[in-house]
């Protein structure tokens, strides 16, 4: 009977040391959550980014080591936007967006350009956007997904009914 008298009273919480163990999860919740999130592989680093895309409403720009290439989407059969929203946003209550998409654009002949980019902060999330509206207000054709391409979404926006959807449909004349 010794050792269950023992074992009992080693395991038992005490309030200290209850406080102790919420006072180490919240630090933990801390640095992994805000600090070393930033450190994995899907995290943009300076030496990650090796030139710029400028959307448009009418063409795309890449540029990237001392040229430019000119996309005109008149040209473009299929845009397929795969999207993250803006570095560092919360999406619940442990995930963190990485600000970290992927556009791809097929052309009348067949040739694919894939493009990923980043997207800094709420205000460029907002003007992209916006481009995205003038391009389903001049229909071209668009297909959008969020998160791992697991959610549909309309403007980068995943937070819509599906009668919400219909409406900006009507509202963008998109199909």
């Known amino acids: 009977m010794a050792f269950i008298f023992l074992a009992n009273n080693y395991f038992a919480l ?5 406080l ?9 919740n801390f640095l992994v959550y805000h600090f070393f999130l930033r450190l994995l592989p899907d995290w943009v680093k300076q030496k ?10 009418e063409e795309i720009i890449v540029k990237h080591e ?16 795969h999207s993250d929203a803006y570095c ?6 442990y995930y963190r967006c990485n600000g970290i998409s992927e556009i791809r654009l097929t052309d009348d002949s067949g040739v694919v ?8 902060n709420k205000n460029q999330f907002e003007q992209l956007s916006d481009i995205l509206g003038l391009w389903y207000k001049k229909h071209f054709p668009i297909h959008e ?3 791992n391409n697991n959610l549909m979404c309309f403007l980068m926006d995943v937070g819509y009914s599906y009668s919400e959807i219909q409406r900006l449909k009507k509202q963008y004349d998109a199909s």
């Open 48 to 57: 990650d980014i090796t030139g710029t895309i400028l959307f448009s409403g």
């Open 113 to 120: 350009f894939n493009f990923r980019y980043f997207i800094k």
């Open 14 to 18: 005490s309030p200290n040391r209850l």
């Open 145 to 147: 997904k969020a998160h």
């Open 66 to 81: 001392n040229k430019s290439d000119h996309i005109n989407l008149n040209s473009i059969r299929q845009i397929d936007l």
């Open 20 to 28: 102790l163990i919420m006072m180490l999860a919240l630090v933990f």
């Open 88 to 93: 560092g946003k919360r999406l619940g209550k």
